[in-house]
Structure formats: C-alpha cells, structure tokens
C-alpha cells in the first residue's frame, strides 16, 4: 500500500496539482462521453470547428441535432465583422447549417444583430453566411477553419476603434450612394 503523505507541504501542494489536473481548466474543451469536443463534431456536420470560440465549458448534443454550449462566460471574435456569443448558446445542427440559433450576434455598422441561422454557401466551399431576420452576411469561411481565442469585453480604447471603424464605413457607403446619384442624375 502506498503510505500517504501527512505532511504540510503536500497539503499545501494538493490544491495546485488539482488546478494543473486536465479535466479542470479552461484549456480542456468539453466532450461527450466518447470524447469527442464540440471542435470534433462541428466538421461531422461540414461546418468549420471555428465558428464557436475556444472557451466551451460543456456541450450536449440530442439525437435530433438539438444542442447546447456553454461556455466560460460572454465573448466577442474578430473575423470579418465582431461576432459575440453569450455564455449560452443553442440551436439544431444538420449537415451544412446550424438553424434556430440563438446566443451569437454580429456587428455590422453600428447595429447589432441577432445570428438565427449560419449555414455553408451551396453553390461555394468558400463561404459561410449569418442570417438573422435583418441581415444576411457572407463571409469567407477560411476564417471559420481555425478555433479562435474569445476575449471578455470590448475595451473603451477598442469600442473607439469600432466606433471609428463603422463611422468610416457609414460614410464610405454614403460617397458611394452620392456618387452614383450624381452619375444617374445626369443620365436621365
């Protein structure tokens, strides 16, 4: 029988070898019984493992696709456009789409907008699009291919930054729809 150490420093240590144990940090991605993670599964159903970040704290999966993710808290990703995911995220997977959506929102301008489905281009393995009952954006999918790391919240200096991002590209638009208002006008 191995003899158990009573002495001081091996309780002061027990608390550090349970922190560095695997099974209970952030580092460690949920799995289902077979172990397999969330990242396994998404490429099963042909959707990148990117689309969901690197802090899943757990996952459940129904027989009908209906899942569940939790993760470690709120998050925002930058891809194309800033994507945020609440600490809870649901929806149905089938091959290729991910259908009644809800914890994910995508940045776009100013706005906020609410993600109800992600779905794979059919007529393109190169694009992925979010759609919500206000917008529909296309987005390369070589963004997806790789799991990104979340961050808790936007800082004021990088809410400035997005602030100032959007404004250029408000007035971006704004050139463009006066440019060719000037072009059509002149033409009829």
Known sequence: MFPFPNTPAFLLLLPLLFLLSPASGAGSPA?????????????EYGLPPGILPDTVKSFSLASGGRFVTKLYGTCYVDFEYV???????????????????????????????????????????????????????????DQFQTVHSCRGSLSLLDRAKEVARSMFEVMHFCVVVAFLHLNFDGVM
């Open 31 to 43: 799995s289902l019984s077979n172990g397999t993670t969330v990242y396994d599964l998404l490429p």
């Open 83 to 141: 994507v945020y995911y609440e600490p809870r995220v649901s929806g149905v997977v089938k091959y290729g789409a991910i259908d009644e959506l809800q914890g994910v929102q995508i940045r776009r301008y100013l706005a906020w907008f609410n993600v109800d489905t992600i779905r794979l281009d059919p007529s393109s393995s190169d694009f992925i699009y979010f759609e919500g009952s206000w917008i529909t954006l296309k987005l390369r999918i």
